[in-house]
């Protein structure tokens, strides 16, 4: 079976300090990778969505950056974190089903970020 | 750009009770919509989807009808039970690579 991994679970980080949070997937091949955030009284947003190794899309201008260096890792990053980067951050993965087929996105546990 | 758009909670029932939590939403075109639940400490998991106006989706005693002319996906459940105390969130996807829009997210808690 398929398991997804997000490590660390809270993260507590000054400003102007460097993130790196992991995301892993285990049990399938060449997934779809995404991040996404939720911020403190708004909906899950998306940051990014990778469909392969080195392969990623930016859906919003923000300080942050991803990065898949294997088929099943990815990684979100940033050289200064701001304020505005505290927030609940999920990684999922999706692989499209055959026609007829089911196709919906995992999610992992998330990571809480509070940038003080 | 396209948004979902929630009622707020949280939404106290007893058990039994019947449930309703709202979602519209705002987009082009013809997105495939979703609920996604999330129980006390574990991750979201997909509880529904529609792809298409008057499709039905249903899982679990939920039921959610795709209503495009009033770009509504409105969640429901006859008679809610303690263990369907959750987080849901109402979503959509305009683009067909799952990149979802998401609600805000609905508390409910349901008590004996």
């Known amino acids: 079976s398929q398991t997804i991994h997000q490590w660390p679970a809270t993260l507590v980080q000054p400003v102007g300090s460097p993130l790196s949070l992991e995301c892993t997937v285990e049990g399938t091949s060449n997934p779809n990778l995404y991040w996404y955030r939720q911020a403190a009284g708004r909906g899950l947003q998306l940051l990014f969505y990778s469909v392969g190794i080195g392969q990623i899309s930016s859906e919003v201008p923000q300080n942050l950056s991803a990065s898949r260096p294997q088929d099943r890792q990815f990684i979100l990053s940033s050289k200064k974190l701001l304020l505005s980067d505290s927030g609940f951050y999920l990684c999922?993965?999706?692989?499209?089903?055959?026609?007829?087929?089911?196709?919906?996105?995992?999610f992992g546990p998330g990571t809480r970020l509070t940038v003080l | 750009g396209d948004s979902v758009t929630q009622m707020e909670g949280p939404v106290t029932l007893s058990e039994e009770a019947f449930l309703t939590i709202n979602c519209t939403y705002t987009a082009t075109g013809y997105p495939s919509l979703f609920w996604y639940v999330q129980y006390p400490g574990e991750g979201l998991q997909l509880l529904l989807k529609a792809t298409k106006a008057d499709d039905k989706g249903s899982n679990k005693g939920f039921e959610a009808t795709y209503r495009k002319e009033t770009t509504s996906f409105h969640l429901e459940k006859g008679s809610v039970q303690v263990s369907d105390s959750a987080v849901y969130f109402c979503?959509?996807?305009?683009?067909?690579?799952?990149?979802?829009?998401f609600g805000t997210g609905t508390r409910l808690l349901v008590s004996p």
């Open positions: 999922a993965w999706n692989r499209v089903a055959l026609a007829g087929g089911r196709n919906e996105q995992f």
């Open positions: 979503a959509l996807d305009n683009t067909g690579f799952q990149k979802l829009v």
